[in-house]
């Protein structure tokens, strides 16, 4: 018995493994292709056809968008943005204004996946800067994250773009689900539960 569930353990792992591989390459290419359409990004799309851009470049701003987004996923659904014993008020200030988990109750409703209208992008961007800047995450009461991965420059020319509702939410909405190889069905991704192997 414990050999069996240990291999169910292990096939179930490398479901969603290949599950979230290929919703995670659809997403880049949603976001990738999302920038670059938009109306408004001439001069990024300048840069990237004159080659001031490259494209291995560019597709690492949008890499690194999507690990942001999945690294705020996580830690918003462990309860980990703010440490313990934190106020309700900076709660509740980031999880209704601020938070991730707001913008992907938003990609469930398909009628605000409007391609004109860029606000969720420059919402999302608001939350970026809380943790890129000490000076912003005091403010809600949460500290800045640093690294590479929140440094202000490290989305390069996309945090200077524009980016359509619809390309933003149809990403995350392709990021917290993923289709089950085996059993075909669209399975929500449990972001507080996903093991390491899984996030990696």
């Not at 809380?130 to 995450?137: N, Q, R, S, V």
Request: hydrophobic residues 40%.
């Amino acid at each position: 018995w414990l050999e069996r569930y240990h291999q169910d353990s292990i096939e179930q792992g490398t479901r969603i493994r290949e599950g979230l591989r290929k919703a995670v390459t659809e997403a880049l290419e949603i976001l990738g292709t999302g920038f670059l359409a938009h109306p408004d990004n001439t001069a990024l799309r300048g840069q990237v056809v004159s080659g001031q851009i490259k494209a291995d470049t560019y597709f690492n701003y949008v890499l690194r968008l999507v690990y942001r987004l999945l690294f705020l996923m996580v830690i918003e659904e462990r309860g980990l943005v703010f440490p313990k014993g934190t106020a309700s008020r900076s709660l509740n200030l980031y999880y209704q204004h601020y938070s991730v988990q707001r913008l992907r109750r938003l990609a469930i409703t398909r009628g605000l996946k409007i391609e004109r209208f860029h606000d969720a992008w420059l919402s999302l961007q608001s939350t970026f800067q809380i943790f890129e800047h000490p000076d912003k995450a005091t403010i809600v009461g949460t500290t800045a994250l640093g690294g590479q991965l929140f440094h202000p420059q490290s989305l390069g020319s996309l945090a200077s773009s524009h980016l359509s509702n619809a390309a933003l939410l149809s990403a995350l909405d392709r990021l917290c689900y993923f289709d089950d190889p085996q059993t075909g069905q669209r399975t929500p991704v449990n972001f507080g539960a996903l093991a390491t192997e899984e996030f990696g």
